[in-house]
């Protein structure tokens, strides 16, 4: 019996783990994959205090040695349910059945797809969602960023390092990334920002991709494009099914300013919690909110307040 379960490893996990350790709760964290969660894998973050310029992969090593420094336990498994029986929680996971006094659902989100004919087919073979990660194989090759956020913004100003050219595709005339980033991708020499436009289709040759074909939304004019990879930002889905509490139309799971969710001692934290930004800064946060009313909730019993 644990007192506390945090079931994912990003920022939001990681922090809670810090938190919940100083509290001298027996905790354990639970990952799927790797630590550090999506932002593990950014070029660079230039917006976390303290840091004005520092790899994903080098600020979450940070946050990995802090955590584990204070001694916090983490298992690699997949969380399939977390049952309720009176105020134990019990999660059913690929290494076994485990129990805890509380949750902290700390599982983050996942790119979205768009399902353009070809992208299904041609993923790992020119079609990607992580720069970083990809992004070096199109060392001087023609690419494609689909996306207006601040993410598909940033992945373009990357892949312009790398790249011969970079075709930044967006559907709306004006983008959502900060000014920021927009300013760096209207700088760059070889990207070319193309608006008011959607992916319609990916095509490919002998197994990897070669064409991108745009749609204008308003004339409804076709281009065809040459591009060897097709770069996807479009949202994320949050990473929420295995766990039974009030949702918002979208999946994120809703919670109040406690991060409590719709079952008491269940928390929510970070990218998988309804919330208006997705930064690390914020999931460090919740992280810490969550990991300080687990606390409260486990020595005190404190009961679950109305979500708003």
């Known amino acids: ?10 920022p939001a996990g990681l922090t809670a783990g810090i938190y919940a350790q100083r509290s001298r709760l027996k905790t354990l964290l639970i990952e799927k994959q790797m ?3 999506q932002i593990a894998v950014s070029d660079v973050i230039e917006n976390y205090p303290g840091f004005p310029s520092i790899s ?5 090593e940070k946050f990995e040695e802090h955590a ?8 690699y498994a997949d969380v399939y349910n977390i049952a309720v029986e009176g105020s134990t929680k019990v999660l059913k996971t690929s ?6 006094k509380a949750i902290i659902v700390a599982t983050g989100a996942k790119p979205r797809r768009l399902g353009a004919p070809g992208e299904k087919e041609y993923t790992g073979k020119g079609v990607s969602y992580c720069a970083t990660c990809d992004g070096p194989f199109f060392r001087k090759l023609p ?13 373009a100003v990357y892949l312009s390092k790398l790249a011969s050219k970079v075709y930044l595709v967006h559907r709306r005339e004006k ?13 760059a020499a070889n990207i070319e920002i193309i608006k008011s436009h959607v992916l319609k289709e990916i095509k490919g040759e ?3 991709v070669k064409k991108a074909v745009i749609q204008n939304v308003n004339t409804s004019e076709i281009r065809e494009i040459d591009a060897e990879g097709v770069f996807i930002f479009v949202g994320i889905n949050p990473t929420t099914d295995f766990v039974d509490v009030e949702k918002d139309e979208g999946g994120f799971i809703k919670t109040n300013q406690k991060m409590e969710t719709s079952v008491p001692g269940i928390f929510a934290a970070g990218d998988c919690r309804t919330t208006p930004l997705l930064q690390v800064a914020t999931a460090v946060g919740d992280g810490a909110i969550a990991a300080y009313m687990a606390e409260a909730y486990i020595e005190n019993g404190e009961l679950v307040t109305e979500c708003p």
């Open 1 to 10: 019996m644990y007192d506390l379960i945090i079931i994912g490893g990003g």
């Open 35 to 37: 630590l550090g969660g």
């Open 56 to 60: 994903g992969a080098g600020l979450m």
């Open 68 to 75: 584990k420094g204070l001694g916090l336990e983490v298992k």
């Open 95 to 100: 290494e076994g059945e485990l129990r805890a």
């Open 143 to 155: 690419v494609m960023v689909v996306g207006g956020g601040d993410t598909a913004v940033k992945e």
């Open 175 to 187: 983008f959502r990334a900060e000014k920021m980033h927009q300013e760096k991708a209207e700088s």
């Open 206 to 208: 002998g197994g990897l």
